[in-house]
Nanobody
Framework: QVQLVESGGGLVQAGGSLRLSCAVS????????MGWYRQATGKQRELVAS???????NYADSVKGRVTISRDNAKNTVYLQMNTLKPEDTRVYYC?????????WGRGTQVTVSS
């Protein structure tokens, strides 16, 4: 079983930055991919960024150039650095981990960007 706990969300003004963290229980070395999704109230969850075990990354077009995903295997943590935040980035952000075809999710952390 894999457990994930997000942190780092909050309220920030437009143009500001936040760094989200996702702490993973156990070793993440056997996890194929990790990443972040986000969801607005009443909307579908959408991919923000992902990172594979080899370090390959993928980003949604809406965040390219503003967001960086990274992972620290020694700390069992995945990070999402978000810069130049916009009001439309206001969502609940969820961390996920995929291992052997099974996906695990955190409970989410709220990011609110004021204009």
């Amino acid at each position: 079983q894999v457990q994930l706990v997000e942190s780092g969300g909050g309220l920030v003004q437009a143009g500001g930055s936040l760094r989200l963290s996702c702490a993973v229980s156990g070793s993440i070395s056997s996890i194929n991919a990790m990443g972040w999704y986000r969801q607005a109230t009443g909307k579908q969850r959408e991919l923000v960024a992902s990172i594979t075990s080899s370090g390959s990354t993928n980003y949604a077009d809406s965040v390219k150039g503003r967001v960086t995903i990274s992972r620290d295997n020694a700390k069992n943590t995945v990070y999402l650095q978000m810069n130049t935040l916009k009001p439309e980035d206001t969502r609940v952000y969820y961390c996920y981990a995929a291992r052997a075809g099974t996906w695990y999710w955190g409970r989410g952390t709220q990011v609110t960007v004021s204009s």
